[in-house]
């Protein structure tokens, strides 16, 4: 399986550690520090997707657990009005995000805050974020990458002006957070609070009902 190329940063070290400790302390604590590099490659891991296919649809960016689907729930939310998709990463799923649907980057935008745990519903306007603006044939979305408690390095690999595919991966949130996206209002939902969704494969929404903006965003 593929190993998002953040990872080995992580498991190289955690790996030598071990292999130290085999050496020189013993098999059993050898063993036992083994346990960290393999939990690194599980979390790092980047498993093979078939994308769902679809012109207007907005497939889910993250694995996880969708906490929000409906009205904003925050105070900084994007200028305009917005249904909104939120989705909470644990530790246990994969955590290279993908891009929800095709179109170009029209901003990528770091934003600082603190680190409370992603599930807390207030984290989307405290927390550290990453925030991509795309256009999909004149219909914009937004999608925020929100650390959390453990989550304190995002990897965002898109920039501005880039042509993106639904189901490109496009970065990594490392050890928990969330993700937060913005659809037009008339979009239709398609998920629920509650249900589990996958990167690349989970219809979230359809963009076939979705509002245009009055003016160049």
């Known amino acids: 399986m593929r190993i998002d190329p953040t990872g080995w940063a992580f498991v190289l070290p955690a790996a030598a550690l071990a292999l130290v400790g085999w050496l020189f302390i013993g098999a059993p604590w ?3 520090l083994l346990a960290l ?12 997707r078939s994308i769902t296919e679809g012109r207007d ?7 996880g657990r969708v906490m929000v ?13 917005w249904e909104q998709i939120t989705i909470f990463l644990s530790p246990m799923d994969v955590h290279v995000n993908r891009v929800p649907v095709s179109g170009r980057v029209l901003k990528v935008e770091y934003h600082p805050g603190r680190f409370l745990p992603a599930y807390r519903h207030d984290a989307g306007d405290l927390n550290e974020y990453t925030e991509i603006t795309l256009d999909h044939d004149g219909v914009p979305i937004v999608f925020r990458q929100v650390v959390g408690v453990l989550a304190r390095r ?3 690999r898109v920039r501005e002006g880039q042509q993106v595919q639904t189901g490109d991966r496009f970065g990594v949130m490392k050890f928990g957070s969330r993700m ?3 659809l037009p209002r008339g979009t239709r939902l398609l998920v629920n609070p509650g249900d589990r969704v996958v990167a690349g494969v989970t219809v979230l929404a359809s963009l076939a009902q979705a509002a245009r903006p009055t003016e160049p965003r």
């Open 30 to 32: 050898g063993a036992v």
């Open 37 to 48: 590099p393999a939990f690194l490659l599980f979390f790092f891991r980047d498993p093979h």
């Open 57 to 63: 649809v907005v497939l889910s960016p993250a694995d």
């Open 69 to 81: 689907a409906g009205a904003t729930t925050g105070e900084r939310t994007p200028p305009g009005n």
């Open 154 to 156: 995002i990897v965002c």
């Open 180 to 182: 937060d996206i913005f």
